[in-house]
């Protein structure tokens, strides 16, 4: 061993123990014939003091930063305690050091306010590991790790290792695909997850399974996507949804107590997917503040179970309302008396291009009970108020109103929603709040191909009560333009997703395990016999075998860990993340390959000009 | 849940609940008008007992084996009782039951003593997986992951991902490599380790790192290869090689304990690399049995430290032994009194083409203290005896002689040592016997192209006292024939392997972690710098910025399981393994892929006649 203590370990009760220590030099400092050095490892930062008898090996062994030192000496209490840092009150009285390797001039400053850009970090993300920050992250992903298997284990759940080098049978995303030299012409695939395994360990009687898996997507990267992955990969037999429920959100309650030391003990609420949509304008809302979005006008093909309350705003001859398909109003708490330069503001906000919306009308309901609104040209107060009583807004409070297509309306109004909460200060850091969203559609219309798609994936069952719908009707879609009406339109999922604060962190379902079942989905998803043979045929075989009735789930770790560690950015919490075009710039990957690997692998570059 | 209790659960103290239980059915029986079936989960078997009113009910629904079947009824205290199951006492009075599922006649009976073959049984991976035979390998293999995982913990060490989507460095082992859409004309490859990543998380301080991660190898398969292996990996940094020796010999103690019960109290073995082919010839001896190798005649080129005594064989003029580059004895202890036969048999094994050796000498010590040879028209008694002394053997024993090219006589004897291990009941598997092989040369001769390559891996450090050796010599070999008097042969390695009972289960070094001897490495093996720089220009450049120095070592996990499982295979003890041609027989994988793939990635076949 280099050391007999980490730099994070001596206290006061140390005191007069001869140490040695090894680590970085962060910081060296010069009083007179006294230096100074902080050096930095995992676990801390310790005070050196060089006194003046050390002065003459300094000079011909002179410390920089990021010099790796090794240092023996004797804990001294400090006159000039640092309070702020658990080794503050003692340093080292080094009687003898030795440089075991020396460094250039980092490139960026290790320090939590660095100041190195994201590129040049990225390029020397080795140096960047070494900021508190980012080693706070991976420290906090570790925890949630180790949580998650603990909890797992306690509750029956075996860690069993799936294939990487799979079969590739692309349904929805792409495949990573890996050729076979030792079979020319064909290749494996890289799991997109391991669904289909889990599945089969299910059959295999192996009723609780767990992996904490890569999982690999060769999509085009939009912001915080990377294309390899982590999931905590779980499944289930002889569950029905509401085990899965109860089992995973305890293990997210167990997870804030372990890492963050909260305890979540209220229920987690849970919503349906149409409420969600209806009350949120998304299938993730943020439910650490209210503010609810009110359609003061829809046509209701959507969602069948809503009313219809066009009432409110009909018969006023205002265009722009009138030829909506959609009109959404929602209330600002307290925002009664925004000036016109707010205003105008959060309406150019909406104007933008992400958002796309033509306008913003609002209705300001002052607090002596008056309304004032940019359209009581068409609407006399009375009908001003009844909409301030549909949006469930009070006195001081300010109703925004956006009206165009009815599903870009609703994500502008659910945009809204969010920026306002951000700018209300409604979406604090340091509240979680966890969300079941149940009851998807089980499918999705396609109308390039006038289709349906699986909107979660083909091995998700219908609801109990839907599985007759779905047996009994033909998945052919005569008439594309009404496709709505169609059964299929309208069965459920047993499919649900953990989402918190506005995040999807998780998500599942109960799988088809009837083989029948099975084959009706993949006939509605446009496979025919000889497709679903070449791609499923193992997992159609393998349900002809005493297929138990199971369910799973999967969570996204990267961002439960970065939700958790209070960040947006999933790439801060993996330690060696790619960039946006797949590449990791550190190694400089992807790169090119030998001409004897081609040779070898039977294949050759086929480059588009 | 579809149960209260799972199959393995009720004992005589459940007497008179009510129980619902869901499994497969693993027999049927009628005994006149009552039906017994056993009912399996991963839990275990219970007897169910359906009486006669149920009788209507099971006609309509009759039951078959495999079929997944939920049962409710009360818990009865059995008449004739099994000791051998923890559920022997108990039998469910079924009032009610369900089939979940139907199965059709599986392939082979879902028993221990399967009448499956290899090949079905993997076609069907799925049901073989239902077996208790491989249900408890892989409830072992979790065991050592999770034991390997708390201890790991408790001391310190962190789970760290590293990427699986990295640059192609053939060294060695060939790539698998994954065209990149992105970015047209470049491939990843698949780690074949974290290697260089693990190296880079120590300069950036994590100075105590480990995964159990999927490693990837392109190679031909012998038996028991598999195309993806998983290795328990670790790194420390601040420690030299008894620090690493202490770690992890402790962790596989640990292991022992914790997955096997077993005490491993006693120091585990060292031996050097030349001790291990001297005396045992081959560089993993299983030290469960003495048996050592007793080179009679040598001349001494690879092995400098050990002596010549082929005085004990000279001036005989027995051509063979005069003209054999090596001559090596073992002795087989109370053997003397083989038959004939039993000699034949053994001499027609050593002419087998997988050992390949010309005849086999032997030697009968008798238990009289005479000795009677199939050479003793050379060699007279008293030879005879100083040969049979030189070889430890005693009255009683019966010593083998091997003569020949010295690598293959080596490997020959070595094969045979372990062959009559076997024969004699010496290779006990309840015994388990741990060994450091430690002083690996550093370098080997490739031949064809007259260089050195890495034994180990290039990032092995040389002993500290050979540093000097590595640095001051030009590693170009001027002369092939006289290439063992190269400074660089006698270059010893920081390296040591772990060796279980004749297997390598885990090995690792002490890294180089200085910039100039890492460039001496490479260049030893024939890289220029601009190669340096492509390949491994990010761990040169980590290196000028402070690198710490580490050493680390990794385990082949599944061999580590399979050896703990008693058994020689790995694949007994991975979830869903590959054949001999890498395919998965059970998906059809590797497969082809669609002109869409292939036009995405900008690539094409080009296949050989």
Redo the contacts between chains.
Sequence with gaps: ???THTCGELRLSDVNKTTTL???VQTVRKFGSITFVDL???YGITQLLFSESLNEKLEANPLGR???LQVTGKVNERSNKNTNIPTGEIEILVSDFSI?????T?PFTIQDDTDGGDDLRMK????D??RNAV?RN??LR?AV??ST?NYL?ENNF???????????T?EGA?????????????????PQSPQ??KQ??M?????RYYQIV?C?R?E??RADRQ??F?QIDCEMS???QE?ILNMFESLIKRIFKDVKNIDYTENVERMTWEDAMWQYGNDKPDIRFDMKLCNLKFPGHTFPSKPVISALIDGADFKVFDEAETVIAIAASGCSEYTRKQIDELTEWVKRPQIGMKGLAYIKYNNDGTLKSSIDKFYPEEKLKAIAEAVNAKPGDLIFILAGAEERTRKATSELRLHLGQFLGLRKADEFKLLWVLDFPLFEYAEDDNRWVARHHPFTSPKPSDIEIMINNNPVIDNPAEYLKHPYANIKANAYDMVLNGNEIGGGSIRI??KELQQKMFAALGMDEAEQQ?KF??LLG????????HGGLAFGFDRLCAILGGSESIRDF???P?NN????V?????????DK??D?????????Q
């Design positions: 061993m280099f050391r090894a680590g970085w930095r490892d995992r990021e010099y790796v075991l390797n020396k460094s250039i980092p020397y993300r080795f140096l590991l070494r080693k991976l420290e570790y790790g180790r298997r284990h075996m860690d069993i290792e799936t294939p990487f080098l799979i079969k590739s692309p792409r495949d990573f695909v890996v050729p076979s030299r030792m079979n020319p012409g064909q290749f494996y695939a890289l289909t395994f089969l360990l059959v295999s009687g192996y009723d890569k690999f060769d085009d990267l294309p390899e982590t002889f569950v029905e085990d395990f009837q070449h045929g193992f393998a349900f002809e075998y005493g297929a138990p009735p993996i330690a060696f790619k075009s797949g590449r990791d550190m190694i400089d990957a992807p790169s090119t390959i030998d690997q081609f070898e692998l039977q294949i050759k570059l086929d480059l588009k």
